[in-house]
């Protein structure tokens, strides 16, 4: 007895320094948040279009208001290359990135920037057009696991609170997935306890596959010749039924590629519909949008460049076979995920980042109700900026944006047209191209590259203050 006694007053101060989150050399922390409010909705971030897979938030209030400089920054860390998004669960904020050609998972506390713990491995990638030779992928978090897809295909599965390697799986060697124009860019789905992917190999040619939580086993495979697109699969309730959608589509000759709509449950491929330029430098890079009340969904892409595919709207039938409702070649985005909101769609058309504008179109019809390209004179650049191919979210009844360069705003958006109620450059630097993620009135935002005005300051993971009164 003093034995267990003795071991447990020796042990238990170890475990408790073990998780408790610490400083390290990439953090930098300027001042705490302000306190939640008595009343405040809270959710976590667990995938990176949030809780509903959707970019809406529930969370409220949130801060309408702010200083010209932003809101209040709360910490920043400096982090290596990758386009992924942070995830948040409970006390728990991973950053997946790449450092000294190391694919890198951080697990930072969401108020403090403190690490729990960090893991990598090795994963070494050139982007072939010159871009981040980091994950695109964002981390998912469920059942207390972090699951990450890297873009060398590699699948990891840790343990949240402790960081520990569960399993990992190379799946390029297992179903030879090629690299592809920017690697493997689309994050896993997690759903009842399986992990989808749009895998894209070649041999044999698995498009999208389920692989148990737990272990990393495979349970089924949808046999395809549609490759790993850059859209995340996202899950479906259609007709009253739980189903899973894929816009897929990698590098291939001819182009090819298109929504696959899949059973969870074993893998039964209900449809194909073929949505996909015939360019043969050309991505489907926004995942699909999905209106459960109407069995729809709408996918996007802003090929080919001089006359773009667009968006289509498809409706499933009873036998979750889709049909077309409308199309537009003016309504065609790049990678950001349009937002559904009270029967319209939000989203900004275009490829390049200088004619890329902002739209409003009905969901039922197609029928574009306005486009705004959001420009402004800056002295600091010594000329225009805009928000480009901008990132959308709706949060506490308006419509957060975060430009290409660092631009902050919260937008007024309806069916009559869109109006600025706050603007702040957080910095300037290309390449913005993350969604924010926002848990417990905390708004992170990726810095994907150096400032182009004022001190370097390297890539950045940032945290700001949006917590209302």
Same mark, same amino acid.
């Given at each position: 007895?003093?034995?267990?006694?003795?071991?447990?007053?020796?042990?238990?101060?170890?475990?408790?320094?073990?998780?408790?989150?610490?400083?390290?050399?990439?953090?930098?922390?300027?001042?705490?948040?302000?306190?939640?409010?008595?009343?405040?909705?809270?959710?976590?971030?667990?995938?990176?279009?949030?809780?509903?897979?959707?970019?809406?938030?529930?969370?409220?209030?949130?801060?309408?208001?702010?200083?010209?400089?932003?809101?209040?920054?709360?910490?920043?860390?400096?982090?290596?290359?990758?386009?992924?998004?942070?995830?948040?669960?409970?006390?728990?904020?991973?950053?997946?990135?790449?450092?000294?050609?190391?694919?890198?998972?951080?697990?930072?506390?969401?108020?403090?920037?403190?690490?729990?713990?960090?893991?990598?491995?090795?994963?070494?990638?050139?982007?072939?057009?010159?871009?981040?030779?980091?994950?695109?992928?964002?981390?998912?978090?469920?059942?207390?696991?972090?699951?990450?897809?890297?873009?060398?295909?590699?699948?990891?599965?840790?343990?949240?609170?402790?960081?520990?390697?569960?399993?990992?799986?190379?799946?390029?060697?297992?179903?030879?997935?090629?690299?592809?124009?920017?690697?493997?860019?689309?994050?896993?789905?997690?759903?009842?306890?399986?992990?989808?992917?749009?895998?894209?190999?070649?041999?044999?040619?698995?498009?999208?596959?389920?692989?148990?939580?737990?272990?990393?086993?495979?349970?089924?495979?949808?046999?395809?010749?549609?490759?790993?697109?850059?859209?995340?699969?996202?899950?479906?309730?259609? !007709?009253?039924?739980?189903?899973?959608?894929?816009?897929?589509?990698?590098?291939?000759?001819?182009?090819?590629?298109?929504?696959?709509?899949?059973?969870?449950?074993?893998?039964?491929?209900?449809?194909?519909?073929?949505?996909?330029?015939?360019?043969?430098?050309?991505?489907?890079?926004?995942?699909?949008?999905?209106?459960?009340?109407?069995?729809?969904?709408?996918?996007?892409?802003?090929?080919?460049?001089?006359?773009?595919?667009?968006?289509?709207?498809?409706?499933?039938?009873?036998?979750?076979?889709?049909?077309?409702?409308?199309?537009?070649?003016?309504?065609?985005?790049?990678?950001?995920?349009?937002?559904?909101?009270?029967?319209?769609?939000?989203?900004?058309?275009?490829?390049?980042? +200088?004619?890329?504008?902002?739209?409003?179109?009905?969901?039922?019809?197609?029928?574009?109700?306005?486009?705004?390209?959001?420009?402004?004179?800056?002295?600091?650049?010594?000329?225009?900026?805009?928000?480009?191919?901008?990132?959308?979210? !709706?949060?506490?009844?308006?419509?957060?944006?975060?430009?290409?360069?660092?631009?902050?705003?919260?937008?007024?958006?309806?069916?009559?047209?869109?109006?600025?109620?706050?603007?702040?450059?957080?910095?300037?630097?290309? !390449?913005?191209?993350?969604?924010?993620?926002?848990? !417990?009135?905390?708004?992170?935002?990726?810095?994907?590259?150096?400032?182009?005005?004022?001190?370097?300051?390297?890539? +950045?993971?940032?945290?700001?203050?949006?917590?209302?009164?």
């Amino acid at each position: 007895m003093r034995r267990l006694l003795w071991l447990l007053l020796f042990c238990l101060p170890m475990l408790a320094q073990a998780e408790s989150p610490q400083p390290f050399d990439r953090l930098t922390f300027h001042q705490g948040p302000q306190p939640l409010a008595k009343d405040a909705v809270t959710t976590d971030w667990p995938r990176f279009l949030g809780p509903d897979d959707n970019a809406i938030s529930t969370e409220k209030p949130l801060l309408k208001t702010w200083p010209e400089s932003g809101p209040a920054l709360v910490w920043e860390v400096t982090k290596g290359d990758g386009y992924a998004s942070p995830t948040i669960v409970g006390d728990y904020l991973i950053l997946f990135h790449a450092i000294d050609n190391h694919e890198t998972i951080d697990c930072l506390h969401r108020e403090t920037g403190q690490r729990f713990w960090t893991f990598n491995y090795p994963a070494e990638y050139r982007d072939r057009y010159g871009y981040a030779s980091g994950p695109r992928g964002s981390a998912v978090i469920s059942d207390g696991k972090v699951i990450t897809l890297g873009v060398t295909s590699q699948l990891t599965c840790l343990d949240l609170k402790t960081g520990k390697l569960l399993w990992q799986r190379d799946l390029r060697a297992d179903y030879q997935v090629p690299q592809d124009f920017f690697g493997h860019g689309s994050s896993a789905l997690i759903l009842d306890q399986k992990i989808i992917v749009n895998v894209g190999g070649k041999s044999p040619q698995v498009s999208v596959a389920a692989f148990e939580l737990n272990t990393g086993k495979e349970i089924w495979t949808v046999l395809d010749e549609w490759g790993a697109s850059y859209a995340s699969p996202i899950p479906a309730m259609i !007709h009253g039924q739980q189903k899973i959608l894929v816009f897929a589509g990698g590098e291939s000759k001819p182009a090819t590629g298109g929504l696959l709509c899949i059973d969870p449950k074993d893998g039964t491929l209900h449809d194909r519909f073929p949505w996909r330029a015939d360019d043969y430098i050309s991505v489907n890079a926004t995942s699909p949008l999905v209106i459960p009340a109407k069995n729809r969904a709408f996918i996007t892409t802003c090929y080919p460049k001089r006359t773009p595919l667009g968006g289509i709207m498809l409706e499933f039938d009873h036998n979750f076979k889709t049909k077309e409702v409308w199309r537009s070649s003016k309504f065609g985005i790049h990678w950001m995920n349009p937002i559904y909101l009270d029967g319209y769609l939000y989203g900004i058309d275009g490829e390049l980042d +200088r004619t890329s504008t902002l739209v409003c179109v009905n969901a039922d019809t197609g029928e574009e109700k306005w486009r705004e390209s959001i420009t402004w004179q800056d002295a600091k650049m010594g000329g225009k900026l805009g928000i480009q191919r901008a990132s959308l979210m !709706h949060i506490d009844g308006k419509f957060l944006c975060l430009g290409e360069l660092g631009t902050l705003l919260r937008l007024d958006l309806t069916p009559a047209g869109c109006k600025i109620e706050q603007q702040a450059q957080l910095f300037y630097a290309p !390449h913005t191209w993350c969604l924010p993620a926002l848990s !417990h009135g905390l708004l992170y935002v990726m810095q994907n590259y150096d400032e182009q005005v004022g001190p370097k300051t390297g890539q +950045r993971l940032l945290c700001y203050d949006l917590r209302g009164p």
